[in-house]
């Protein structure tokens, strides 16, 4: 110790004295310059985002090769990141942005989410509950109310009502899956406590149902939420009802398994599937559900952001009787990933499966029951805040403005569905419903109709290769169909045009 005394500059040498030295990586000078850099490297983007090409040209492992393998020891300037950015990652991307993406469904965006999602990473909360940070959490839970309202949505899915802190409400997750796997689990515990179970010695009997065009992962957070595969019933779909679900067929298949001492547990319906945007009957479905208590979900998560216009809403005709909805605003309503909001009639069905309330997590406005802890809605603990950004899109621009954002991505998706009608040499399989279109070449002459399946192929492929545009696939009916999806935030008729006219001059090419 006395040599320390003596020589105290000896134990520090190692730490500079010059302050400017110090690594400081939140200097308010370098945040500035950064961010100014990144915001001229977005507006560049959007500006240059249609010359090019929409499918990256690159092969698995292209990015270590032109990047260092190894992370840098000492660091660089701020442009040479930028620089590389450039250079390697932005001709490795797929771009989503582009107005000549028409594959899957689009993933939208603007400059007041943009904006919000920046500010929110910058304040960099973890909202886990009310008191870690009370904007945050009143924040999303106002976003989600305003929300509601654009969706007229019963007042039971509401946090807040004109009378007070309603029993339904809201949490904004990552994704459709999460929605899923959440109520799933709750879903499951209630029918377990219903059948009178031992813990879970009863899940083997629990049985969830859905229609085959259900999205996949409604398939996966059933297995996740510990549901024994075998109990998973994907009931098929057919034309006759627009590939939609059969509440007969509903009826049939739940009450078999109730006589054969099973338990009916959860219901999916979908409003606005991926394959061909087909549409489950929800007030039907909710009512064959209610015979077996079973919990009903209506995933939204595309359509529900239509349903904001008047002309939409009887798609959710019946949703006053469901237990929960999502719907994900970074699909189709101008809020950039990740946003998909969930609503439930009742939320403490969903916080009595998902609570957890250690010792460092109390606190005075959690016990006084005033305040809803998002952490008790969703599977894990931390939280981004989220809020921010689907606020900022609805106040920056209003439900007359998102209104027309909808409208337009439909007129466009009809006149897009009319040319392919007039032309003879396609077919729209299934009718249009929102702004996507399923065609294909049809099976004419002497084709037959795996001829037909074998040239979509070939002609979805050489469309991709341009670069001109993008167009994914589906399987209808056991026929490949070829999906048109518009909604690209910067997509204008005439990109619609001209993708046509490539998919014309691109057929006549395979098939002549």
């Given at each position: 110790?006395?040599?320390?005394?003596?020589?105290?500059?000896?134990?520090?040498?190692?730490?500079?004295?010059?302050?400017?030295?110090?690594?400081?990586?939140?200097?308010?000078?370098?945040?500035?310059?950064?961010?100014?850099?990144?915001?001229?490297?977005?507006?560049?983007?959007?500006?240059?985002?249609?010359?090019?090409?929409?499918?990256?040209?690159?092969?698995?492992?292209?990015?270590?090769?032109?990047?260092?393998?190894?992370?840098?020891?000492?660091?660089?300037?701020?442009?040479?990141?930028?620089?590389?950015?450039?250079?390697?990652?932005?001709?490795?991307?797929?771009?989503?942005?582009?107005?000549?993406?028409?594959?899957?469904?689009?993933?939208?965006?603007?400059?007041?989410?943009?904006?919000?999602?920046?500010?929110?990473?910058?304040?960099?909360?973890?909202?886990?509950?009310?008191?870690?940070?009370?904007?945050?959490?009143?924040?999303?839970?106002?976003?989600?109310?305003?929300?509601?309202?654009?969706?007229?949505l019963p007042t039971t899915f509401m946090n807040r009502t004109s009378?007070?802190?309603?029993?339904?409400?809201?949490?904004?997750?990552?994704?459709?899956?999460?929605?899923?796997?959440?109520?799933?689990?709750?879903?499951?515990?209630?029918?377990?406590?219903?059948?009178?179970?031992?813990?879970?010695?009863?899940?083997?009997?629990?049985?969830?149902?859905?229609?085959?065009?259900?999205?996949?992962?409604?398939?996966?957070?059933?297995?996740?939420?510990?549901?024994?595969?075998?109990?998973?019933?994907?009931?098929?779909?057919?034309?006759?009802?627009?590939?939609?679900?059969?509440?007969?067929?509903?009826?049939?298949?739940?009450?078999?398994?109730?006589?054969?001492?099973?338990?009916?547990?959860?219901?999916?319906?979908?409003?606005?599937?991926?394959?061909?945007?087909?549409?489950?009957?929800?007030?039907?479905?909710?009512?064959?559900?209610?015979?077996?208590?079973?919990?009903?979900?209506?995933?939204?998560?595309?359509?529900?952001?239509?349903?904001?216009?008047?002309?939409?809403?009887?798609?959710?005709?019946?949703?006053?009787?469901?237990?929960?909805?999502?719907?994900?605003?970074?699909?189709?309503?101008?809020?950039?990933?990740?946003?998909?909001?969930?609503?439930?009639?009742?939320?403490?069905?969903?916080?009595?499966?998902?609570?957890?309330?250690?010792?460092?997590?109390?606190?005075?406005?959690?016990?006084?029951?005033?305040?809803?802890?998002?952490?008790?809605?969703?599977?894990?603990?931390?939280?981004?805040?989220?809020?921010?950004?689907?606020?900022?899109?609805?106040?920056?621009?209003?439900?007359?403005?998102?209104?027309?954002?909808?409208?337009?991505?439909?007129?466009?998706?009809?006149?897009?569905?009319?040319?392919?009608?007039?032309?003879?040499?396609?077919?729209?399989?299934?009718?249009?419903?929102?702004?996507?279109?399923?065609?294909?070449?049809?099976?004419?002459?002497?084709?037959?109709?795996?001829?037909?399946?074998?040239?979509?192929?070939?002609?979805?492929?050489?469309?991709?290769?341009?670069?001109?545009?993008?167009?994914?696939?589906?399987?209808?009916?056991?026929?490949?169909?070829?999906?048109?999806?518009?909604?690209?935030?910067?997509?204008?008729?005439?990109?619609?045009?001209?993708?046509?006219?490539?998919?014309?001059?691109?057929?006549?090419?395979?098939?002549?």
């Open positions: 110790m006395g040599s320390l005394d003596a020589n105290p500059m000896t134990t520090f040498s190692a730490f500079p004295d010059d302050k400017a030295a110090a690594f400081e990586p939140l200097n308010p000078e370098d945040v500035r310059a950064y961010l100014h850099k990144a915001v001229d490297f977005i507006s560049d983007y959007y500006t240059n985002v249609e010359s090019m090409p929409v499918l990256p040209n690159v092969k698995p492992g292209y990015l270590q090769d032109e990047l260092s393998a190894s992370p840098p020891t000492h660091s660089a300037p701020f442009d040479v990141t930028m620089k590389e950015l450039r250079t390697s990652v932005v001709p490795g991307m797929t771009h989503w942005a582009s107005p000549n993406f028409f594959a899957f469904f689009p993933s939208t965006n603007s400059a007041a989410a943009i904006a919000g999602d920046l500010i929110a990473s910058a304040m960099n909360t973890v909202g886990f509950t009310w008191q870690a940070s009370p904007a945050a959490t009143e924040m999303e839970v106002l976003a989600l109310d305003w929300l509601a309202q654009l969706l007229r009378t007070g802190r309603g029993t339904g409400g809201g949490v904004i997750l990552g994704t459709t899956s999460e929605a899923m796997l959440v109520t799933l689990v709750a879903a499951r515990d209630a029918a377990l406590r219903r059948s009178g179970s031992v813990g879970v010695a009863d899940l083997p009997r629990l049985t969830v149902y859905a229609a085959d065009q259900t999205h996949s992962t409604f398939f996966k957070a059933c297995r996740l939420a510990g549901f024994d595969p075998a109990n998973i019933r994907s009931i098929p779909t057919g034309p006759a009802t627009d590939y939609g679900l059969d509440p007969a067929k509903l009826l049939e298949i739940m009450q078999a398994d109730a006589d054969a001492g099973l338990v009916p547990t959860y219901v999916c319906a979908t409003v606005g599937t991926t394959s061909s945007n087909a549409v489950d009957p929800v007030g039907a479905v909710a009512g064959v559900a209610a015979m077996f208590n079973a919990w009903v979900h209506v995933d939204a998560a595309y359509a529900g952001s239509a349903c904001i216009c008047p002309e939409f809403r009887h798609h959710l005709d019946g949703v006053e009787r469901v237990d929960s909805i999502s719907l994900s605003p970074h699909k189709w309503l101008l809020t950039c990933l990740d946003c998909t909001c969930l609503y439930v009639r009742d939320a403490h069905r969903l916080s009595d499966s998902l609570e957890t309330n250690p010792e460092y997590l109390k606190n005075d406005a959690t016990e006084s029951g005033e305040v809803t802890d998002l952490k008790d809605m969703q599977v894990g603990v931390g939280r981004r805040f989220r809020g921010l950004k689907l606020w900022m899109v609805m106040r920056t621009y209003g439900t007359a403005k998102l209104q027309e954002h909808i409208r337009s991505d439909v007129a466009m998706a009809m006149m897009f569905e009319d040319l392919v009608r007039a032309d003879e040499r396609f077919e729209v399989v299934v009718p249009r419903n929102f702004a996507l279109v399923c065609f294909r070449i049809k099976a004419t002459g002497s084709m037959t109709e795996e001829d037909a399946d074998e040239a979509n192929r070939v002609l979805m492929e050489n469309l991709n290769k341009t670069g001109k545009a993008y167009l994914a696939h589906t399987v209808v009916g056991d026929r490949f169909v070829l999906r048109f999806a518009v909604g690209s935030s910067l997509q204008e008729e005439r990109h619609v045009r001209s993708a046509w006219d490539l998919i014309k001059k691109t057929t006549s090419s395979i098939m002549d």
